[in-house]
């Protein structure tokens, strides 16, 4: 943004990031980067869908569609029982989301170089 009083001082850059598959179907952007956090976290579809405020059937679907879309598991789901059922992310799985938080944190601080020089320029 510009300074106080400039013509930009309330306008902002912002960006998206997300992986799609080579037919262009997304795979994970934010909100389903927040499902597999929360599944890592909590080991719970059933809490990680409580705590991002969706249903179980939605979650489901999410993370069904990440996996086919991706073309292999990232999860391994554990079936009820006296303990309840678990959720928790395979190998593949962590290493896909710890590998985009990195890329995210990349992203951030190429934006804000990018952006210092674009409101340089535009403000000059």
Do not use: P
């Not at 262009?24 to 579809?45: M, R, Y």
């Not at 059933?46 to 405020?53: S, T």
């Amino acid at each position: 943004a510009g300074r106080k009083g400039s013509k930009y001082y309330d306008i902002f850059l912002k960006h998206r990031v997300w992986l799609e598959n080579i037919q262009g179907q997304d795979i994970v952007g934010d909100g389903k980067f927040n499902l597999l956090l929360s599944i890592d976290e909590l080991e719970s579809l059933m809490a990680a869908a409580e705590r991002l405020g969706i249903s179980y059937r939605k979650a489901w679907g999410n993370l069904r569609e990440i996996e086919q879309r991706l073309g292999f598991s990232i999860v391994e789901k554990h079936r009820g029982g006296k303990e309840g059922g678990k959720t928790v992310l395979n190998t593949e799985g962590k290493k896909l989301i710890e590998a985009y938080k990195e890329f995210l944190a990349d992203i951030d601080v190429l934006m804000h170089d990018a952006a210092k020089k674009f409101w340089a320029k535009v403000n000059d």
